[in-house]
């Protein structure tokens, strides 16, 4: 489907940004291959990380998402990205079946935030850590990434730390205690899931937000 609507995506590097100061206002951005992170810093260097894109998400920004900060989209390793033209994008809306598309791809990724919301208001330390671990298990399993049982998640404790609202010392005593539970573990860069059923009882997880219209 984006193959129709451009003619070529960008290859961008780890660490290297997605946006670009020429791309249209209200343009959206389809993540093909790699792992992308949102974030928006302070201007005393703390750094919020909002989101995460896994390959086929995608993002648009916005007046009112930038308002809140300078937001960024991060190559988390080598990123192949299409952006669509807003101009573009609205001729291919017109077809109700891309219209629908994008209607549910839009409810999956504010589920998505209000998820993390929660996670950042009430869940304890172990709780945020497990759902996230539940949620990105999940969507790399939609976009075909899990071997097994078990997933690359080319994450930083600081960057995992920043988007769940601890220090990175916090988050590896979390990864600690869930590995030494036996529910699962991350290696390095290598997530493994034990037992998701578990797992997601300790997360008080619950996927439906994941699923929109049998967004499996």
Not at 60 to 73: H, N
Not at 123 to 134: F, G, K, N, P
């Amino acid at each position: 489907m984006i193959e129709r609507l451009i003619g070529t995506a960008r290859v961008i590097e780890a660490g290297q940004e997605i946006l670009r100061n020429d791309d249209a206002p209200e343009s959206r951005y389809f993540i093909q291959r790699g792992w992308v992170m949102r974030s928006v810093t302070l201007g005393d260097g703390r750094r919020q990380v909002t989101g995460l894109l896994l390959p086929g998400d995608d993002f648009k920004v916005s007046p009112i998402i930038c308002s809140a900060g300078p937001i960024r989209l991060t190559a988390l390793g080598t990123v192949t990205v299409w952006c669509v033209h807003p101009e573009r994008m609205a001729q291919a809306l017109e077809r109700r079946a891309i219209k629908r598309a994008f209607r549910t791809s839009d409810i999956v990724n504010e589920g998505i935030l209000h998820s993390s919301l929660l996670s950042l208001g009430q869940r304890t330390s172990v709780e945020r850590t497990a759902h996230l671990i539940c949620e990105l298990y999940l969507r790399s399993r939609r976009a075909g990434l899990v071997e097994g049982s078990s997933f690359i998640a080319p994450l930083t404790q600081d960057q995992i730390a920043d988007m769940i609202g601890m220090t990175a010392v916090h988050v590896n005593r979390m990864l600690k205690e869930i590995r030494q539970s036996g529910l699962a573990e991350m290696s390095r860069h290598t997530v493994t899931v034990f037992d998701l059923p578990s797992l997601m009882s300790m997360a008080s997880f619950e996927p439906a937000y994941l699923f929109v219209g049998g967004n499996s």
